[in-house]
Each structure stands twice: as structure tokens, then as C-alpha cells.
């Protein structure tokens, strides 16, 4: 982006921040909209400005605001109250989640003409991870059950970083197949497990001496306030850079920090509600950028590129290749069957699978091949499609819901000031 483009662009996050709370009452998001002015400013047919989403600098940008927002939603979990609700969500990521990338690859390599089996991976493995971000107003709505909404809290913000040595490895094989490059140790089982341990590992390390350094520091008082929320911004940026440069999983690490963090400083000297508001505005800053960029690179592709398959898979994503493993998933759980189909359906793809879109245009878009096109194109159009249905039916779905919030709701969300509306953010939000 040239300084033209990212001076209009930050005109019009300013102009959508000002009427954001009214557009929210109509269930117009930050996703839908600045995806769509994205298209009409930065397409490369007629768009008057100048758009590159296969540069570096576009993905990098995509990676950090995910990680920021993954710590914030992160810090504000409670460890505690977690532990005593863990089944749901474990059963979400070890068992739903793997389900759902075997399911999309499977369904990839047959509904694809030709698909090669390491690009129908990639496309099963980018469209696994979830945005609780896109339906934020059912999981920030008090009379929805709290484990629910942690449920979906907790499976977003760590299935973004499982799935990401997966669609790795679907890369790689990719651009092997098509001599790009040759295949390394890097698609060795060893180094998917390397990646997810040094990851969660750099982001420990980081929330825990973040999280004693903010409370001796403010015990004694060596800081104020303003200056701990710039030491919390550090901290997210530090693990999501640390995991970096360790050859890491850096969405792992940024996730991992904020839990962390959140369980090391102490309750009551550090505000950590307060504490987060840098990283969050910052990642939802970063994602409404995202959503731009999304707009201007990855609709083109869809119009160029998407068929009758494409439509077809895109239409399953959202249905039955995520329902029918978290049924699975939850078989024995104890939900009755009404909360199995919510979490079914509001499990959308958002900004993870937008990175990982990302990293195929880097990574492969130099071979020109047509399925390879056209698998950017089906996760782009899952990730559209779930941007209009799921934000559109959010905040119905919630004003349709009944029941008295749950007494100790210590999750439930309060109104932060200063915050972006929570169904505008870009990736998963806190319950």
C-alpha cells in the first residue's frame, strides 16, 4: 500500500468509527463493510487505489493482529473458572478440530477437479479454525450459557494456532508438487509438534515474567497505569516476535502469553480488563485493515476463479464440515441438542483462515496453476460468505434468546470504554 492508500484508509476507519455504534444496531459490522469498500476502492479493475496483498507487509500485518487480539481475549479468561468447564472445549480442539480438517480435505479432494491432496489439506486446514469475533454478540450476550461462550472462546483463540503447521505442511507439499520447492523436514510430524511446544512455551515464558514484572512494579510503584497498558502491548508483541524468530507458532505463543499473564499477575494491584485495552484496540485496528485488504485482493479471485465447486465446499464449510464434528465431538458431553447446533453453526471463519489465504498467495501464487487459484478463491468465498450469514445472524440470535444471566458470571462482558463495538472485532473475542 502506497501513503495514498493507507491515508484513505485511515479516513475511513475513522469515519466507521464514529458511526459504528448505530451501524451495529442493524447488524452492518466492521468485516462486512470495510471487505466491501475494500472491493470497490482497491480492485484491481477500476479501484483507484493501489492494492498488493502478495507482499510481505500485507501478511505480516494479517499475523499481528490476530496475535494481539489472541492475547487480549486471552487475558481475560479466567483459568479457574475454566478448569472446572474444560470438557467442552477440549473436546472442541482434540477431537473436533481434527475431525474438521480430515472432513475438509476429504471433501476438497473429491469435489476439486484434479485436486492434489497436499492443496485439498491446505484448503481443509485453513477453513478448520474458527472467528468468535463474527458472532461476538451472542457470545458477549449474558443470557446465553457461560460455558458456551467460553466454549467458543476458548476453541478460537487456541485452534487458530493448531491448525496453522497444518496448512504449513499443506504448503509445502504444494509447492513441492508444483517445483516450487523441494520438501524438507519441515512437514515431519517432529517439527508440527517442535512448533506447537516452543510456541506455547515463548508465550508462557513471556506472560509469566510479564505478569510478576507488572505486579512487583506496581506494588511498588514504579509505574502508572498508562505506562503498564504499554508494557502489556510489549508483552503481546514480544511472544507473537519471540515465537517468530524461533521457527515457532506465534499464534500459540501470543494466546498462551495472554493466559499466562492474565494467571500470574496479581488481582489485586493489576487491572488486567483495563490492562489489555492497547492490544485490543490495536489487533481490532489491524483487522479492520485486514478486512480492507481482503476486499481489494481476495474477492478479485473469488470472481475470477470461483465455479460451481467452490461454492458448493464453501456452502458445506459452513455447514456440515463444522456441525458434524462438533456432534462428534460432543457425543457423551451431556449438551442437549440445541447447544450442540450452536456451537455448530457459530463456529465462523474469519481472520485465521483470511492469514492463511495470505500465505498462499505468497507462497504459491508464483506458479500461476488454476488450483491453486481456485483454492484461495473457496477459502475467500467461505470466509465472505460466514462474514455476511454469521454477522447477520449474531444479533438476532441473541435478541431471540431468553433465560436470566448465570449467577457468578465472572466472564460476562462490561462495557469497556474506549473499545470498538465487540461485533467489529476481528477475531475471537472474549465470552
Not at 480442539?93 to 479432494?109: E, K, N, Q, R, S
Not at 478460537?156 to 504448503?171: E, K
Not at 520447492?181 to 515431519?188: L, Q, R
Not at 492474565?262 to 488486567?272: E, H, L, M, R
Request: charged residues 10%; hydrophobic residues 60%.
Amino acid at each position: 500500500m502506497d501513503a495514498t492508500s493507507i491515508t484513505a484508509l485511515a479516513l475511513l476507519i475513522a469515519a466507521w468509527a464514529f458511526v459504528s455504534g448505530a451501524l451495529s444496531r442493524h447488524n452492518l459490522t466492521g468485516p462486512m463493510l470495510f471487505t466491501l469498500v475494500g472491493f470497490l476502492l482497491g480492485n484491481p479493475w477500476w479501484g483507484p487505489l493501489a492494492i498488493d496483498v502478495e507482499t510481505r507487509s500485507a501478511h505480516a500485518v494479517a499475523e499481528l493482529a490476530l496475535a494481539m487480539l489472541l492475547f487480549a481475549d486471552a487475558s481475560r479468561i479466567d483459568l479457574r473458572a475454566l478448569r472446572r468447564q474444560a470438557a467442552v472445549p477440549l473436546r472442541l480442539l482434540g477431537i473436533g478440530l481434527p475431525l474438521a480438517i480430515v472432513l475438509g480435505t476429504v471433501a476438497a479432494f473429491l469435489l476439486g477437479p484434479d485436486m492434489p491432496w497436499a492443496l485439498a489439506l491446505f484448503i481443509g486446514a485453513a477453513l478448520a479454525p474458527t472467528d468468535a469475533a463474527l458472532s461476538a454478540p451472542v457470545i458477549e450476550d449474558r443470557r446465553i450459557p457461560l460455558l458456551l461462550r467460553r466454549s467458543l472462546n476458548v476453541e478460537s483463540g487456541l485452534n487458530d494456532g493448531i491448525a496453522t503447521p497444518v496448512v504449513t505442511v499443506g504448503v509445502v507439499l504444494t509447492a513441492s508438487a508444483l517445483g516450487l520447492t523441494s520438501a524438507t523436514e519441515s512437514v515431519a510430524f517432529a517439527t508440527v509438534v517442535r512448533e506447537l511446544a516452543v510456541g506455547a512455551g515463548a508465550g508462557v515464558a513471556v506472560g509469566v515474567l510479564g505478569g510478576w514484572a507488572a505486579t512487583v512494579a506496581t506494588r511498588r510503584g514504579w509505574t502508572t497505569p498508562g505506562a503498564r497498558r504499554i508494557a502489556v502491548l510489549s508483552l503481546a508483541v514480544c511472544a507473537f516476535g519471540l515465537a517468530q524468530a524461533a521457527g515457532a507458532n506465534a499464534f500459540i505463543a501470543a494466546f498462551t502469553a495472554g493466559l499466562a499473564f492474565s494467571a500470574v499477575a496479581a488481582k489485586d494491584v493489576v487491572d488486567t480488563e483495563a490492562d489489555v485495552v492497547l492490544p485490543e484496540l490495536g489487533g481490532e485496528l489491524l483487522a479492520l485493515g485486514v478486512w480492507f485488504l481482503f476486499g481489494a485482493g481476495l474477492i478479485p479471485v473469488i470472481l475470477a476463479y470461483a465455479n460451481g465447486w467452490t461454492v458448493l465446499y464453501a456452502v458445506l464449510a459452513l455447514t456440515v464440515l463444522r456441525m458434524l464434528p462438533v456432534a462428534l465431538a460432543l457425543v457423551g458431553a451431556g449438551l442437549p441438542p440445541r447447544h450442540v447446533l450452536f456451537l455448530g453453526w457459530f463456529g465462523p471463519r474469519g481472520l485465521a483462515s483470511v492469514v492463511f489465504a495470505l500465505i498462499a498467495v505468497e507462497e504459491l501464487a508464483e506458479s500461476q496453476h488454476p488450483l491453486v487459484a481456485q483454492a484461495i478463491a473457496v477459502v475467500a468465498l467461505t470466509v465472505l460468505l460466514s462474514v455476511l450469514l454469521h454477522g447477520a445472524t449474531a444479533g438476532p440470535a441473541a435478541a431471540r434468546s431468553s433465560g436470566a444471566p448465570e449467577p457468578g458470571d465472572a466472564d460476562a462482558p462490561q462495557a469497556r470504554r474506549g473499545h470498538l463495538p465487540a461485533a467489529d472485532r476481528g477475531a475471537s473475542t472474549n465470552p
